[in-house]
Nanobody
Framework: QVQPVESGGGLVQAGGSLRLSCAAS????????MGWFRQAPGKERMFVAA????????YYTEAVKGRFTISRDDAQNTVYLQMNSLKPEDTAIYYC???????????????????????WGQGTQVTVSS
């Protein structure tokens, strides 16, 4: 079993940048699909970005395309979310998630499904001020 642990959240002004990190505790992210989701107050947890187990493909929700970049460093057992040109509407708790099934591939829409992921972190708060 692998436990994702997020870090890097904080308070930033609109237009600024943050880089979130997700480290593995008690296991490895190697060969697992990894995703980032976010949950704003009073809203459902929504898909942000995902990266395939090989790192060869990435997927993003439309609202963050061109601003956010997901990447992985398997040697460091860490996944990143680089967030640029942040907007107040990006304010949310950001969660890292890991697929419980190594080397799985999915059709594109399934990378954005919460049910694809078995392990979830506790989240890190990102607040963007206007």
């Amino acid at each position: 079993q692998v436990q994702p642990v997020e870090s890097g959240g904080g308070l930033v002004q609109a237009g600024g940048s943050l880089r979130l990190s997700c480290a593995a505790s008690g296991g490895t992210f190697t060969s697992r699909v990894m995703g980032w989701f976010r949950q704003a107050p009073g809203k459902e947890r929504m898909f942000v970005a995902a990266i395939t187990w090989s790192g060869g493909s990435t997927y993003y929700t439309e609202a963050v395309k061109g601003r956010f970049t997901i990447s992985r460093d398997d040697a460091q057992n860490t996944v990143y979310l680089q967030m640029n040109s942040l907007k107040p509407e990006d304010t949310a708790i950001y969660y890292c998630a890991a697929d419980g099934n190594p080397r799985r591939t999915y059709i594109e829409r399934d990378y954005g499904r919460r049910g694809t992921y078995d392990y979830w972190g506790q989240g890190t708060q990102v607040t963007v001020s206007s």
